[in-house]
């Protein structure tokens, strides 16, 4: 953070006027960053997207562009989907592995980071499902290789116990003593949000993973597992090839005890055991 700053004291609505005020305060190290001695007056702003709790919009200054996201200061949850995105980005900010950070403003809540150009469509949509697989399978073991984690013990079945899902692993057959054996590898950083569309290709070729807001401490493999449902409902018939390269990628990316192999029966189990979940809901409320 550069310069003095205002905390936010009220809730705006108008995402320009938040980008004036942004610029207002903060304007001259924006610049800065964009084109050094780069006149703050001339930088132009075009809303990307926004949320409940957020915006994303770009900032150009010439022929240089930057990605800001600003949180809604005054929204439940708000504060703490800011420090975490913020505390990742921080944490791996050399890795490569995400958007590179350049400015936080704690006072307004807000993060300016690199744009990474996105395509007209959604990567999976234009990647075969076995390259785009391969690619989140290497991200997600590189990603656990580096990212803040905690040591732990106990295995997988006491961990879907904990999720409530223990009642339908039982009713799979042979899935308790699957889990059981399978054990966990401590706790490690994961997104808690799988979506396919937040992964990104920068024209180096290098996979960029974004979102942290809903990051947290997972037993490891868990980024593993929720990407293996997003492949199931993606790809449909061609899930198979996506799933068999996303076990490629990790295993030759990996650094650690776990095994895809293992993962693999966990996921699966996971994927059902959520649906005898919905399953028992639905016949609760009918």
């Known amino acids: 953070m550069t310069g003095p700053e205002q905390?936010?004291?009220?809730?705006e609505p108008d995402w320009e006027a938040r980008i004036r005020h942004i610029l207002t305060t903060s304007g001259r190290a924006i610049a800065d960053i964009l084109v050094p001695n780069g006149r703050m007056?001339?930088?132009e702003a075009s809303l990307i997207k926004m949320s409940d709790q957020s915006f994303c919009a770009r900032l150009t200054l010439g022929s240089k562009t930057a990605f800001l996201k600003s949180y809604d200061g005054d929204r439940p949850g708000t504060l703490l989907a800011f420090n975490r995105e913020r505390d990742v980005l921080a944490a791996m900010k050399t890795s490569g592995l995400v958007p590179r950070l350049h400015i936080v403003s704690e006072a307004q809540r807000w993060l300016l980071m690199e744009e990474i150009p996105r395509r007209s469509s959604e990567?999976?949509?234009y990647l075969a499902p076995d390259d785009f697989g391969y690619r989140v399978g290497?991200?997600?073991a590189e990603f656990e290789a580096i990212a803040p984690f905690q040591a732990g013990a106990g295995n997988w079945l006491g961990y879907l116990q904990k999720l409530g899902l223990g009642p339908q692993v039982l009713r799979i057959e042979n899935a308790a003593d699957t889990l059981r054996q399978i054990p966990l590898?401590?706790?490690?950083?994961?997104?808690?949000?799988?979506?396919?569309?937040?992964?990104?290709?920068?024209?180096?070729?290098?996979?960029?993973?974004c979102d942290f807001e809903s990051a947290s401490l997972k037993p490891r493999g868990w980024e593993y597992l929720m990407t293996w449902h997003s492949l199931m409902e993606r790809y449909g018939?061609?899930?198979?090839?996506?799933?068999?390269?996303?076990?490629?990628?990790f295993d030759k990316s990996h650094r650690g005890g776990l095994i895809s192999d293992e993962l693999n029966h966990v996921a699966r189990i996971l994927f059902l055991a959520r649906f005898l979940q919905l399953q028992d809901v639905d016949r609760r409320v009918a």
């Not at 905390?7 to 809730?11: A, G, S």
């Not at 590898?185 to 993973?209: F, K, M, Q, W």
């Open 237 to 249: 018939d061609y899930a198979g090839d996506a799933i068999d390269a996303l076990s490629d990628g």
């Open 185 to 209: 590898c401590g706790s490690v950083i994961a997104r808690n949000d799988a979506t396919l569309h937040n992964y990104l290709l920068t024209p180096e070729n290098r996979l960029i993973g």
């Open 7 to 11: 905390p936010i004291v009220m809730r």
């Open 123 to 125: 990567l999976s949509a």
């Open 41 to 43: 007056e001339e930088i």
């Open 138 to 140: 290497t991200w997600i």
